[in-house]
T-cell receptor, first 115, second 112 residues
Framework: DADVTQTPRNRITKTGKRIMLECSQT?????MYWYRQDPGLGLRLIYY???????NKGEISDGYSVSRQAQAKFSLSLESAIPNQTALYFCATSDRTDSSYNEQFFGPGTRLTVL | RKEVEQDPGPFNVPEGATVAFNCTYSNSASQSFFWYRQDCRKEPKLLMS???SGNEDGRFTAQLNRASQYISLLIRDSKLSDSATYLCVVNLSGGGYNKLIFGAGTRLAVHP
């Protein structure tokens, strides 16, 4: 079984709809992240969470919100989807460590299309 | 200027070739460096970390030049299975928090 899972894997929705993307992990990691990937651009950080009570905005948080329901679950919501939120969304996790050489483990991604 | 810049490619090479990718980063305070590999429509996975002294893992060699803010990845004896996009990644933060900045990636296609 995959260590980091995302649901749904694909979603097509309409402008103005509320969408929730879910991420679960069995790695026991404290830290979780949401990124989006657009063609020709690198992955960009939307939100990150160091633990259940610690949630922080990333580089491009406008139009998004998150919820850390448990150590293992981190959800991303689009309150009112717009077409430029069409992208590939990745959840990632990392362990608690003082090292800057700390691997992030990614889920399989959710391909979201907003019409 | 992008914080992490890579040549997008594609690099089309025959099996057995040696290929090198370069990457530059703009923030001199960057703490750590990585190459991630991303197969088509898949998630990124860590290929190797890049240390100041340079490091090698089998056919892969990574180099870091902090003075020039430049990172490289060398792949020797290319295999068909090396076909993927290679992401240059820089961590701006010290300690355990990863503030990772991703390059847009360099695409490699290895042909028979």
């Amino acid at each position: 079984d995959a260590d980091v899972t995302q649901t749904p894997r694909n979603r097509i929705t309409k402008t103005g709809k509320r969408i929730m993307l879910e991420c679960s992990q069995t790695k026991g990691h404290d830290r979780m992240y949401w990124y989006r990937q657009d063609p020709g651009l690198g992955l960009r950080l939307i939100y990150y969470s160091f633990d259940v009570k610690d949630i922080n905005k990333g580089e491009i948080s406008d139009g998004y919100s998150v919820s850390r329901q448990a150590q293992a679950k981190f959800s991303l919501s689009l309150e009112s989807a717009i077409p430029n939120q069409t992208a590939l969304y990745f959840c990632a996790t990392s362990d608690r460590t003082d090292s800057s050489y700390n691997e992030q483990f990614f889920g399989p991604g959710t391909r979201l299309t907003v019409l | 200027r992008k914080e992490v810049e890579q040549d997008p490619g594609p690099f089309n090479v025959p099996e057995g070739a040696t290929v090198a990718f370069n990457c530059t980063y703009s923030n001199s305070a960057s703490q750590s460096f990585f190459w991630y590999r991303q197969d088509c429509r898949k998630e990124p996975k860590l290929l190797m970390s890049v240390y100041s002294s340079g490091n090698e893992d089998g056919r892969f060699t990574a180099q870091l030049n902090r003075a020039s803010q430049y990172i490289s990845l060398l792949i020797r004896d290319s295999k068909l299975s090396d076909s993927a996009t290679y992401l240059c990644v820089v961590n701006l933060s010290g300690g355990g928090y990863n503030k990772l900045i991703f390059g847009a990636g360099t695409r490699l296609a290895v042909h028979p």
